[in-house]
């Protein structure tokens, strides 16, 4: 056999071995889930919580935490959390809306805390939107914020996108899992091999109620420029919040970011007479000319 021959075959078992561990390696790679004993006592300071399970149609149990402001509910905020640990740690966050008046709950996918069930990309899907037709029992549409956090985000987009919330907030979002992922591995048929591609651009085009995208522009993992990208997918919808030096984990640790969560809870939308405006003048780019 020629020498070239047996390179080209060489390399592609390799190909063709490292394609087959990425898709069934890939679980493993994206969800870093922490599991908790089924007696776990959710514990926080300051916080009143109240403990859920659900039962999906699969026999699964979703798990999940309820956080309530002090005084009257201004609605309830479904906070879809990132690809690592539980519940237990991302309670922490629920403060940043509590303190506004909003209830938050907070859920794990699938493996992740007390939740069970074997996971997938359609099964979260429908795990969410059981969630949410839940709280629609309880409370009106217009008093329900999707609020995705990184991984989260695609799941909250593909949730607005399919029901009527009051708003969506998108934080620290990808385009695609499947673009994100090819940063890592430019040369691997990833559109294929992705178990999870979460085409959150797919889904904004559908979203009919207001859009807010917060993103830091310091992010390694996930640029600012793929929020950039994303604000022009449903731009009439659609607001972007920059975090100037913002990472991907630690929004949090800037005023800025609790100034534009304030801002997107609590102030009322205005409506806009652009005819008092200078929407229609137009620059000019020619010196004007003099008269004789």
């Known amino acids: 056999m020629a020498y070239w021959l047996s ?5 592609l078992v390799i190909y063709i071995a490292i394609s087959i561990a990425l898709y069934y ?7 870093k889930p922490e599991k908790l004993p089924i007696d776990f006592q959710f514990d926080y300071e300051n916080q009143e919580t109240k403990e859920y399970n659900l039962e999906t149609r699969d026999g699964a149990t979703i798990n999940g935490l309820r956080f309530f402001p002090k005084g009257e509910s201004k ?4 906070y879809l959390k990132g690809n690592s640990k539980s519940i237990k740690g991302w309670g922490k966050f629920a403060v ?24 997938s990309q359609k ?25 995705g956090r990184s991984l989260g985000s ?3 987009a593909k949730l607005a996108s399919m029901n009527h919330p009051k708003m969506l907030v998108l934080d620290a979002p990808y385009y695609s899992l499947t673009k994100v992922t090819a940063r890592y591995a430019p040369f691997m048929p990833l559109s294929l091999l992705l178990k999870y591609p979460l085409p959150t651009y797919k889904w904004l085009k559908y979203v009919q109620c207001p859009i807010h995208i917060i993103h830091g522009t310091h992010d390694k993992l996930i640029p600012f420029k ?7 997918v449903n731009p009439k919808l659609t607001k972007l919040h920059t975090v100037i030096g913002g990472g991907h984990k630690n929004l949090n ?23 008092t405006t200078s929407i229609n003048v137009i620059h000019s780019s020619k010196p004007n000319k003099k008269k004789a």
Do not use: C, W
């Open 7 to 11: 390179s080209i075959i060489t390399v």
């Open 75 to 78: 609605g309830v905020v479904l």
């Open 253 to 275: 640790n800037f005023e800025s970011y609790h100034t534009m969560l304030d801002d997107i809870l609590n102030k009322i939308p205005k409506t806009i007479d652009l005819q």
């Open 154 to 156: 695609g799941f909250a």
């Open 96 to 119: 940043d809306f509590t303190r506004h008046g909003y209830n938050v709950l907070m859920v794990d996918y699938r493996g992740f805390g007390k939740s069970t069930g074997r996971r």
């Open 226 to 232: 793929t929020s950039i990208k994303l604000s022009k």
């Open 25 to 31: 390696l890939q679980d493993y790679m994206l969800f």
């Open 123 to 147: 099964a979260i899907k429908r795990d969410l939107q059981l969630v949410y037709n839940k709280l629609k029992e309880q409370t009106t549409e217009d008093r329900i914020i999707l609020y």
